[in-house]
């Protein structure tokens, strides 16, 4: 299974754009990669997912470069409910369904 | 709330005492997943059925754990003889088979039960 690095924690302003990015150098050719939200005292919430180049929803923004080694998980004009733990995975799934979390990054978002 | 749902969403036992929670799923989703997270940690992988079947277990749920969905719609997930390790917030996920397309299926997390053994 690729191992993921992420930054601990990140503070940030509301209204100001959040990158976060996660390095999985040995990621292998059938994984995906895909991120998850947490709030204190809730389960993990899917955020986005993605194989290469860029993926976009609602909410966030998933960049992937052409060699997949990292991803940047990219959070528009944040706001203070942002706060929370985001955890980027890495998995193959059609090898395994179980989702295996890092310690994730700690995003701090201020007034 | 047509989301997943855990009870109790807290509980305190004593050392050596047997504990039960529940998980009901998205009405709808044939996988049922359960994790464990201690403080400061990512979930853990514990074990995780399709329909009735279990069909993984982590290496992390000892022979005092035990899981069962005996219809395949809600689980239960009974630790025996708990030990103060045990302490930590037990969490149950749901996802539909072939939801994801070619990635992975989206698991829908319930709100947990914390567990604390004194």
């Known amino acids: 299974l690729a191992k993921t690095t992420q930054p601990i924690s990140m503070d940030s302003y509301e209204g100001q754009e959040v990158n976060i990015t996660c390095s999985h150098n040995?990621?292998?050719?059938?994984?995906?990669i895909t991120w998850y939200q947490q709030f204190p005292s809730q389960g993990p919430r899917f955020i986005i997912q993605g194989y290469k180049t860029k993926v976009t929803n609602e909410v966030a923004s998933l960049f992937i470069p052409a060699d997949r080694k990292s991803s940047t998980l990219s959070l528009p004009r944040v706001s203070l409910s942002d706060t929370a733990v985001y955890y980027c995975l890495v998995g193959d799934p059609l090898n395994t369904d179980k989702l295996i979390f890092g310690t994730g990054t700690r995003l701090q978002v201020f007034p | 709330d047509t989301g997943v749902s855990q009870d109790p969403r807290h509980k305190i036992t004593k050392r050596g005492q047997n504990v039960t929670f529940r998980c009901d799923p998205i009405?709808?989703?044939?996988?049922l997943y359960w994790y464990r997270q201690t403080l400061g940690q990512g979930p853990e992988f514990l074990t995780y059925?399709?329909?009735?079947?279990?069909?993984?277990k982590s290496r992390l749920l000892s022979d005092r754990f035990s899981a069962e969905r005996p219809k395949g719609s809600f689980s239960t997930l009974e630790i025996q003889r708990t030990e103060q390790g045990d302490s930590a917030m037990y969490l149950c996920a749901s996802s539909l088979i072939g939801s994801g397309g070619y990635g992975a299926d989206t698991q829908y997390f319930g709100p947990g039960t914390r567990l604390t053994v004194l």
């Open positions: 059925f399709q329909n009735e079947a279990q069909l993984e």
């Open positions: 009405s709808e989703h044939n996988r």
């Open positions: 040995n990621i292998a050719t059938n994984d995906y």
